[in-house]
């Protein structure tokens, strides 16, 4: 087989869009996973963005503690603490269940009570040498792990039990260094932990995580759909390019709307249905389509979003992919990471529609965080904002055509002139040589002939 060999200098070009291309890569990659990296920078910095509320319901001895002990956590300028803040049983009317409230809206992510009347409780028992007093009962600590499964525990569980457990040992100490009733011998002998240990705590979670599948699919899971949310939109401009050239503007938008359909509905279907195999417990049917609709709506987002940026770029363009992983790492750096542990530079994530789907998929799953119409609302504003802007690149001729679309064309048509390489004149073209022959001035075409 004979081989050509290329002239000299005809590597120049190449190397010269190879070294434009390297340095965007280059430049790219720093900034982007920079960004994703920088998010997760230091996080126990910013323990403080994740409060969490004690509150005194007893008002006597335990109360006392329990605030003294937070007290001095806070002034502790060795350890990096969450936001602890004490606050007023006022504020709640003395009534535990509106600090329930509280961590279930989000106002807050934990809290500690001491527990109405438990001193007087302890008392009346340690008189009484009472075998049925419950030392739990004094303190209880509040939290809602379906919120962040994971910043939950690290952030917020372990630092509430520590101090309850501080609270409790401390409380006993002091006890002992003073306890002073007539009736030890019988209390030693009926129920002696009420001086070993004459207060403990409970826990409550609001909100517990009872899928472990969606520590996953809740995270890198979308990062897979939008992953494929890309591979649609690829597939989509691959398979309608070649028709630019040809049909109208508003043939185009409707075709591409009812492929771009047909692959959202049925992938976010099969991961919906994946949630169900490995055994994810929505608490109702109507959880289940609201999940199945939310993650169609991302993937509307997203497909809309790629194929945008590849009708403007070019769906060949090496730009494309790279921008791809830009958006994706955008994305994955709200979604994936705790926006509260980072810097406020990082608060844009909230806006961003993989953090908005991860938390509306934790409100239909777990309950948790109920935030569900501001996330679907921007989503839809997302969805509206794309739409408008493809319409609108669709209409003003902005998709770049590839040469080998006209020569594509012509298996969809019957063969007609060549189109220009954009699609700024396409639209109004002749479809065939005989309907350009019937349009041109009838002196033309008889000096032709």
Do not use: C
């Amino acid at each position: 087989m004979n081989k050509v060999i290329a002239p000299r200098g005809v590597e120049v070009p190449i190397w010269k869009k190879t070294a434009i291309l390297f340095g965007a890569m280059t430049a790219l990659f720093f900034l982007s996973v920079g960004l994703f990296l920088g998010q997760s920078y230091e996080p126990e910095t910013y323990k403080k963005n994740i409060n969490i509320y004690v509150v005194d319901f007893d008002g006597a001895s335990i109360g006392k503690k329990l605030k003294d002990v937070s007290q001095k956590t806070i002034t502790n300028n060795t350890v990096l603490q969450p936001g602890w803040l004490v606050v007023d049983a006022i504020n709640y009317n003395n009534d535990p269940q509106k600090v329930i409230a509280a961590v279930n809206s989000g106002e807050a992510w934990g809290a500690i009570v001491a527990n109405p009347d438990a001193s007087s409780k302890f008392l009346a028992a340690l008189s009484t040498a009472s075998t049925t007093y419950d030392p739990t009962a004094a303190l209880t600590f509040f939290y809602d792990q379906g919120r962040s499964p994971k910043t939950v525990f690290e952030q917020v569980i372990a630092p509430m039990r520590q101090i309850v457990q501080q609270v409790a040992a401390e409380y006993a100490a002091d006890f002992l260094k003073t306890v002073n009733v007539g009736n030890l011998t019988q209390v030693v002998q009926q129920n002696p932990s009420l001086i070993t240990t004459p207060i403990s705590y409970t826990e409550q979670n609001l909100h517990p995580n009872n899928a472990p599948v969606t520590d996953s699919s809740l995270t890198f899971g979308q990062v897979i759909l939008m992953v494929f949310s890309f591979a649609v939109a690829q597939s989509i401009l691959q398979l309608t390019g070649p028709l630019v050239p040809r049909l109208e503007h508003s043939v185009i938008i409707f075709l591409r709307a009812r492929i771009i359909t047909l692959f959202v509905i049925g992938i976010s279907l099969w991961y919906t249905v994946l949630h169900s195999a490995l055994r994810a417990k929505f608490p109702s049917p109507g959880n289940w389509f609201a999940f199945w609709f939310l993650q169609a709506m991302q993937m509307f987002v997203h497909v809309l979003t790629f194929i945008n940026v590849g009708i403007l770029v070019g769906r060949n363009s090496p730009a494309f992919p790279l921008l791809f992983l830009i958006v994706l790492i955008l994305n994955a750096t709200a979604g994936v990471g705790v926006i509260e542990l980072s810097s406020e530079f990082f608060r844009w994530g909230y806006a961003m529609p993989m953090w908005n789907t991860v938390t509306a998929s934790r409100t239909l799953l777990f309950g948790s965080y109920n935030r569900i119409s501001l996330n679907v609302g921007l989503l839809f504003v997302w969805f509206i904002l794309l739409s408008l802007l493809y319409v609108f690149i669709q209409f003003s001729n902005r998709e770049l055509v590839d040469e080998d679309d006209e020569s594509d064309a012509g298996s969809y048509f019957a063969e007609g002139p060549q189109q220009p390489r954009y699609g700024f004149a396409a639209r109004g073209q002749p479809k065939s040589f005989d309907e350009e022959e019937r349009r041109r001035p009838a002196d033309d075409v008889a000096d032709e002939r």
